[in-house]
């Protein structure tokens, strides 16, 4: 069965590090979306991309964050200098059209120190 | 606003009883989508209901939606022990198309 899948599913770092977490959505998919859940708390929508655009984005995703799809298959999330609050478990999602079911990735672990 | 906030905050049960769990929302939706997670790892897509469909069933999962209270319900029948597990409903806004907003989730224990 067709799955999103994450890599790294755990990365430690540095504050004031960059980090790119990438993701592989399903194939046939055309929306892709990051979400993060910080521990304890509840799953908090980052960025929706499509077409090779953000077509959403929350108040979270500020000018620190950036999204990319270098190629046909990965998608990235870049955080370029991390801060202590943005430990969190980030998740990808992907959906074939819009409003159709999401379909989530494993998730990456960021801990930030 | 808040969107899709889970009630009961926790449950549990022995295995081979139903449990239901309900969502609650404020604004009008496309869709509402119920989700599995297991001890912090990854969301596991359980089902989706459209805003015109009243009932949806996926093997021993029944989801309800009554759109005029701004509600859904999830009922997993004959639990098992593998269905312990956190339950989060998601709702995709009308004003909003894909962009999920989930609540805090129903923490589920079956108990064998």
């Known amino acids: 069965e067709p799955e999103v899948t994450q890599t790294p599913s755990h990365q430690v770092t540095q504050m004031g590090q960059e980090v790119i977490l990438r993701c592989v959505p399903i194939?046939?998919?055309?929306?892709f979306y990051w979400y993060r859940q910080i521990l304890g708390q509840k799953v908090e929508f980052l960025v929706s991309?499509?077409?090779?655009?953000?077509?959403?984005k929350s108040e979270i995703f500020d000018d620190q964050f950036s999204v990319e799809r270098p190629d046909g298959s990965n998608f990235t999330l870049k955080i370029r200098s991390t801060k202590l609050e943005d430990s969190a478990m980030y998740f990808c999602?992907?959906?074939?059209?819009?409003?159709?079911?999401?379909?989530f990735g494993q998730g990456t672990r960021l801990t930030v120190v | 606003s808040q969107q899709g906030e889970e009630d009961p905050q926790a449950l549990s049960i022995q295995e081979g009883e139903n449990a239901t769990m309900n969502c609650s929302y404020k604004t009008s939706i496309n869709n509402l989508q119920w989700y599995r997670q297991n001890s912090g790892r990854g969301l596991v897509h359980l089902i989706l209901i459209r805003s015109n469909e009243r009932e949806k069933h996926s093997g021993r999962l029944r989801v309800t939606l009554d759109t005029s209270k701004k509600s859904s319900s999830l009922l997993i029948t004959a639990s098992r022990a593998a269905d312990t597990a956190s339950y989060f409903c998601a709702t995709d806004r009308a004003d909003s198309w894909g962009k999920l907003q989930f609540g805090a989730g129903t923490q589920v224990v079956v108990t064998p």
């Open positions: 999602a992907s959906s074939e059209v819009r409003a159709a079911e999401a379909f």
């Open positions: 991309f499509y077409n090779n655009e953000i077509s959403e």
């Open positions: 194939s046939n998919h055309l929306y």
